[in-house]
């Protein structure tokens, strides 16, 4: 029932930038952490940034200083800015959700559906 949803994936030039937004749909008691993952062509899936409910971020150092995550818990969404991007940045972006459906229930993880980012001339 829970789904996540991304967009504003696409094609930028080196240098440019984008914005991803993710967003929650469906029954939800509580969302804690949220994150970004990417994955390049021949890379295993990697941390980008993620963000505590309390508004702590923490950074891969690839990404550090050119992009920044956030949040925003009434619209359940999380976003992604990716500044001075380079065609290292090129990879398929997920969004996870670390939610509880219940008040009783454990937590669990959801992704997105992932969004494409090519970065090139």
């Known amino acids: 029932q829970v789904q996540l949803v991304e967009s504003g994936g696409g094609l930028v030039q080196p240098g440019g930038s984008l914005r991803l937004s993710c967003a929650a749909s469906g029954s939800i008691f509580s969302i804690n952490a949220m994150g970004w993952y990417r994955q390049g062509p021949g890379k295993q899936r990697e941390l980008v940034a993620a963000i505590t409910s309390g508004g702590n971020t923490n950074y891969a150092d690839s990404v550090k200083g050119r992009f920044t995550i956030s949040r925003d818990n009434a619209k359940r969404m999380v976003y992604l800015r990716m500044n001075s991007l380079n065609s290292e940045d090129t990879a398929v972006y997920y969004c996870?959700?670390?939610?509880?459906?219940?008040?009783?229930?454990?937590?669990?993880?959801?992704w997105g559906q992932g969004a494409q980012v090519t970065v090139s001339s």
């Open positions: 996870n959700f670390q939610v509880k459906v219940r008040r009783w229930l454990d937590w669990s993880d959801y």
